[in-house]
């Protein structure tokens, strides 16, 4: 069998569960290979304290079967990173799948890839998705053509066990839930903001505001 | 406020999702300073692809207010690592919580802190645990004491908002919940061994099986 490439973006600011949480899914799933890609390869700061390494310069990995984006606090310089939208463009080409996680539409949107497509992203994002010329839509996980995108942080997981279906089939994508035990139990309701109290809504919205969404 | 100085330790092997799932949680919580570390700082190898960045030795934490061990698919080499043992048991002398994710439990073990304390971690390694003494509960997070541990890899998730709870409160675990957007909905029902279907148990289990759990 032929090794399925993910190619995952690594850059300054992430929000490492953004591109660790679908990482973990396809890495229980065989025939993956697991590329993290940078402009340069080298370590990047993450959100949550360490930086991760990048093994592998973007030029290294031209045509990965699939592309991976995940977003952060800030993506503004990474929407703004020329080369790294080159590549995704070119990539993207040829993609089985091209996905992102949380805002890292707003950087598949830069490149110029979401025009017209329906896509999701981290709920306090999806007005900046608009204005980059996207569709978007109020879901957990939104497949539009070869596009998967998902919702914030964790939603990515979600993506993953579907995309792992589409690549693997559903035995494997099934397989790899139960490696990761993924039979999720929040012991709170909050993580909508459909579901999450108005206090809980306005708190998170002044804590990630004036970064997150504003690619 | 005083910071709550979070220690998340780091080892070649481990599984990035224990460690990453908890982290991105607390990084969302006003006051928590995460520190990765390691017996000397650096980078060390996950089962996702890529290293993550250690930038603290053991002995530069020695007191932290959380102690956070995240599992891997063959734990032996860190459950034999003495230093990491050490600062272990002398660590917990004075946390406010030492948690595990997954087979971070057996590491926790291994230092000899779970000795008739009911715990959990991954499905397959349950009785693993209690070989060492612990007392094995089939929950998705566990705890007893100041000593919160979690069932495999994705449980670290709804582990660290309860962990949230505790050091910050309700209104903090909740806009931590949000901000992560964890609403979780799996395309599947195999996340646990009780929901997946034989044939999948049976599938995971081939593939993890010989390494993860035997600590």
């Given at each position: 069998m032929d090794a399925i490439e993910v190619a995952v973006l690594a850059y300054d600011g992430m929000t490492a569960l953004d591109a660790v949480g679908p990482a973990q899914v396809l890495a229980a799933v065989p025939g993956v290979r697991l590329r993290w890609v940078a402009a340069t390869p080298g370590a990047r700061r993450t959100d949550c304290g360490m930086a991760v390494v990048a093994?592998?310069?973007l030029a290294a990995v031209p045509f990965p079967d699939v592309v991976l984006v995940p977003g952060g606090v800030d993506v503004r310089p990474v929407a703004r990173d020329e080369p790294v939208l080159a590549w995704l463009r070119s990539a993207h080409a040829r993609t089985r799948w091209t996905t992102s996680v949380c805002t890292g539409a707003l950087v598949l949107a830069a490149a110029?890839?979401?025009?017209?497509v329906r896509a999701t992203t981290h709920w306090l994002a999806l007005d900046a998705l608009a204005r980059h010329g996207a569709v978007p839509v109020r879901e957990r996980v939104v497949e539009d053509g070869k596009v998967m995108t998902a919702a914030g942080v964790s939603a990515g997981i979600d993506m993953a066990l579907r995309l792992a279906e589409r690549l693997a089939g559903r035995d494997a994508a099934e397989a790899a839930q139960l490696a990761i035990e993924y039979d999720p139990d929040p012991p709170?309701?909050?993580?909508?903001p459909r579901t999450a109290r108005p206090a809980i809504v306005a708190r998170a919205r002044r804590a990630l505001t004036g970064s997150r969404g504003d690619a």
């Open positions: 093994d592998h310069a110029g890839l979401l025009r017209g709170f309701t909050a993580g909508s």
